[in-house]
C-alpha cells in the first residue's frame, strides 16, 4: 500500500500536520456537485449510478487534496435494499413510509446485500482512480440510526417514534436492530472487498438514548458489526462515530472494537485527549465555524491541533459540512491545518 496518511493514523501512529478530510466533503457547498446533481435524476439515482457518484466523490479531492474519500452513498440505502420504499425531498431529507411491528418480520433480508451492488462497482471505481496516496473510505449506518428513520418515516429532533417503539415493542425492535446489523456487516464486507481502505459507521443519533439503551441499541448492535467484519478482515480499520455520546464516549472504542472514535464537536478537548491515549481520534471542529469563518476557523483549528496534534488524530468536522459553507473557508481551513508548525 502507497503511503497513505489517514491509514498510518488509523494504526496510531502520529503525523503532523495530521490528515484531514471532512465529513459530506461531496456535497451541496460545491458548485460541481450541484451541477451533477441537477442532471442527475433522483437523488436514489446518484447513489445507485456509479459513474456518477464516483464523479461527485472525486471533486472534493481535486479540488482540496483531501487525504481521504469517502464513498458518495446514504446510509438509508440499507433499509432500501431490504424493501422499504425510500424518497428524498428538497427540504424534507429522507421519506419513508414507516414501519411498524409485522413489517419487521417481513423485511426482505436475503438478498439484501446482492442489491447494493451499484455501490460496489463505485468503490471498485473509485481505487482504480484516486490518487495512490489517498485512503477510501466505506460507510454505513449504525443500526440505531438507521432504525430511527425506519420507524418514523424521516428524521425527527429527538427520535421520539423509535424510542417509543422500543419500549413498547422490545421483541420486534431487537429483531429489527439484528437485521440491520447482519446486513450492514456485509455491506461493510463487500465494499473492503471492492476497495475500500477503512470504513467508518455512522450513529448519528445515539445522543438522545439514556445508559440503558445506548448500551442495547448503540453499543451491542456495533459491536456484532465490528466482530463479523473482523471475521473477514481482521486488520482493516474501523472509525466509529456516536455523535452525541458525552460521557459515554469514554468506553466506547473498548466496548465496540472500533479502531478509531469520531468526535462531535461538543466533545471537550481535555476529554478528546484522553480518549486519544486508547488511540486515534478523528474530529472535531464545530461546522459552523466553517460557515462564520475568520477568526472562528483559526482558533478552532488551533485549539484542536493543540490538544490532540501531539497523537493520532484525523482533522475533521464533528459533524458533515453545511451546504452554506463558503468554498473559500473550507480553502482557510485546510490551510490553517496543513501550513501550522509546531
Known sequence: MTDR??????????????????????GRYLPEYREVRKNAGTFLDLCYSPDLAVEVTLQPIRRFGFDAAILFSD??????????DLRF?????????????????????????????????TVRLLRQQLPAETTLLGFCGAP?????????????????????????????????????SDVSAEYLIRQIN????????FDSWSGVLDEACFEEFCIAPVEKIVRKVRAVHP????????????????????????????LDWTVPLSMASSLQGDGAVQGNL???RVVAGGKAIDAGVDAILESLGHGPLIFNLGHGITPDAPVS??????????LTHR
Open 89 to 121: 425531498e428538497e427540504g424534507r431529507g429522507p421519506l419513508m413510509t414507516p414501519i411498524d411491528k409485522d413489517g419487521i418480520f417481513w423485511l426482505e433480508s436475503a438478498g439484501a446485500a446482492d442489491r447494493l451492488e451499484p455501490v460496489y462497482e
Open 329 to 338: 473557508h473550507v480553502e482557510q481551513m485546510i490551510n490553517r491545518v496543513r
Open 286 to 288: 464545530d461546522p459552523l
Open 5 to 26: 496518511k489517514v491509514m498510518k493514523v488509523l494504526r496510531g501512529e502520529t503525523v503532523f500536520p495530521p490528515p484531514i478530510w471532512m465529513m459530506r466533503q461531496a
Open 75 to 84: 446510509i438509508l440505502v440499507v433499509p432500501h435494499a431490504l424493501g422499504r
Open 235 to 262: 486488520n482493516v480499520p474501523i472509525i466509529g462515530f456516536p455523535k452525541g455520546a458525552g460521557a459515554l464516549y469514554t468506553n466506547y472504542r473498548q466496548r465496540t472494537g472500533v479502531t478509531a472514535l469520531g
Open 194 to 201: 471492492a476497495g475500500a481502505d477503512a470504513v467508518q459507521i
Open 144 to 180: 440505531w440510526t438507521v432504525a430511527t428513520y425506519m420507524i418514523a418515516g424521516h428524521g425527527t429532533p429527538d427520535q421520539a417514534p423509535a424510542r417509543l417503539f422500543a419500549y413498547r415493542e422490545p421483541e420486534a425492535f431487537r429483531k429489527l436492530l439484528n437485521e440491520l
